[in-house]
């Protein structure tokens, strides 16, 4: 079965730094992995999705991922971060022959002044 | 609008009554989901319709849940005899492609808040 973990349920950083959102999957076949980021009391909103088409994936909102096979990984960075960055992130997996997406259990980022 | 669809956005309930849930999805997409989000977890996978027909119904967590798309566009999630662990956010979602076409991003409306005292 494909899963996610989310390192982190809580990362904390200052404005301007650099974000870190760390996510491992476990699959049988070459996964496609998606980020989403929730506002309060709001739906997800993809931030990028990873289908196999390249390692590095950009998005929107300046954030990027890579997919490493050999880590099993799909982090999540962003080189300066901003107050409006401030959401609940999460990884999610699907494979190549299902619907359904697993997500992670989510990672709080703060950004602070 | 051209998003995903919830309503309503918040719906309060008593122990055993029961509740119906609506979603309407971005026009022409085929493929609709429903997930449920506890508080402070991430979604779950409840079923998913392929235009009207529910090609998977493996995450419903009982024979409480059931939900219908009769004509392959709006959705109704439906919710017997509640119980207070159904309390949660219920998220629909929807994709363009057929099957959900693996690559294709699933869009999400705001949800429903769901509370039963």
């Known amino acids: 079965a494909q899963s996610v973990t989310q390192l982190g349920s809580h990362v904390s950083v200052s404005e301007g730094a650099l974000v870190l959102l760390r996510c491992n999957y476990s699959?049988?076949?070459?996964?496609?992995l998606f980020w989403y980021v929730q506002y309060p009391n709001q739906g997800l909103q993809l931030l990028l999705k990873y289908t196999s088409a390249a390692t590095l994936v950009k998005g929107i909102n300046g954030f990027e991922a890579e997919f490493k096979k050999s880590e099993t990984s799909f982090h999540l960075t962003k080189p300066s971060a901003h107050m409006s960055d401030a959401a609940e992130y999460f990884c999610a997996v699907r494979t190549g022959g299902g619907n359904k997406l697993t997500f992670g259990t989510g990672t709080q980022l703060k950004v602070e002044l | 609008g051209a998003g995903v669809s919830q309503s309503p956005r918040y719906k309060v309930a008593k122990r055993g009554q029961d509740v119906a849930l609506r979603c309407d999805p971005i026009?022409?997409?085929?493929?609709l989901f429903w997930y449920q989000q506890a508080l402070g977890q991430g979604p779950e996978f409840l079923t998913y319709?392929?235009?009207?027909?529910?090609?998977?119904k493996s995450g419903l967590p009982s024979d409480r849940f059931f939900a219908e798309r009769p004509e392959g566009s709006v959705s109704t999630l439906k919710i017997q005899r509640t119980q207070q662990e159904d309390s949660a956010v219920y998220l629909c979602?929807?994709?363009?492609?057929?099957?959900?076409?693996?690559?294709?991003?699933?869009?999400f409306g705001d949800g429903t808040r769901l509370s039963i005292l």
């Open positions: 979602a929807s994709s363009l492609g057929v099957s959900g076409g693996a690559g294709q991003p699933q869009h």
């Open positions: 319709f392929q235009n009207e027909a529910q090609l998977d």
């Open positions: 026009s022409g997409h085929v493929s």
């Open positions: 699959s049988s076949v070459p996964p496609y």
